[in-house]
Each structure stands twice: as C-alpha cells, then as structure tokens.
C-alpha cells in the first residue's frame, strides 16, 4: 500500500503533467496551424480541457509552475473573450516565452570570465 504522501506526489505530478500537456498542445497549435480562427481556437480548448478535467487539481508552489498554472488559466479565459484571435496568439506567445525564458535562464549560467578559466593550466 502506497503512503499518503506518494500518493499525494503522484497526483502533483499528473496535475503538473496534464498542463504541460494542455500549454504544448495550445502553443504548437498557435505555431503550426496557417489559418487561425476564434472557433478552431475554442475547439482546441475543449479537446485540451477534457484532458486537463480528468486530473484532480492540487495545490501548487513552485514558482514557474505556478506561472504555468496562470497561464493555462489565462489560456481558458480568452476562450470566452471577444478578443480577435492574432491578439490571443501574441499574447499567449509571449506569455510562453517568458516562461520558458525564466525556466532556461535558471538551468544555464554563463561563464563571466570564460578566457581565465583556464589560464591555471598553462
């Protein structure tokens, strides 16, 4: 038998699952479909939606994940919106590159002084 606490872990992983899910699916549908229109839009959201329902929502505190947490969110309320569609993209786009901005920005770190790193060796 599984401990409360596994079970809790496994369920924030499916959760954290389903909306990387649901963000990826919205994000190459904005990147690949040439004729955008506001009901293909809904529709999509739908699809992603019942996805998204099947998996009990938990309580999240990491950072980015929160800001990905907002920005399905987001991505959910402008289905209801009478916002043109190229708007939408824009601000969804640039919403998930920022995200994916501050995720990268914290896994790389450039070297300040690449040329005197090795000079020790010589």
Not at 12 to 38: C, D, G, M, Q
Not at 52 to 76: F, P, T, W
Not at 98 to 105: I, M, R, W
């Amino acid at each position: 038998m599984a401990s409360k606490k596994a079970i809790e872990n496994a369920n924030r992983l499916r959760y954290i699952r389903a909306l990387e899910r649901f963000h990826k699916s919205i994000v190459s549908y904005f990147s690949n479909t040439p004729n955008l229109s506001k009901e293909s839009y809904i529709k999509k959201i739908d699809n992603a939606l019942k996805l998204l329902n099947r998996v009990e929502e938990v309580d999240i505190y990491k950072g980015e994940l929160q800001d990905l947490q907002k920005l399905v969110k987001k991505m959910i309320t402008y289905k209801e919106s009478e916002e043109d569609i190229e708007n939408i993209k824009d601000e969804i786009l640039h919403s998930s590159n920022l995200l994916d901005k501050s995720k990268n920005a914290r896994r790389y770190k450039k070297d300040k002084h690449q040329k005197s790193k090795f000079s020790d060796w010589e």
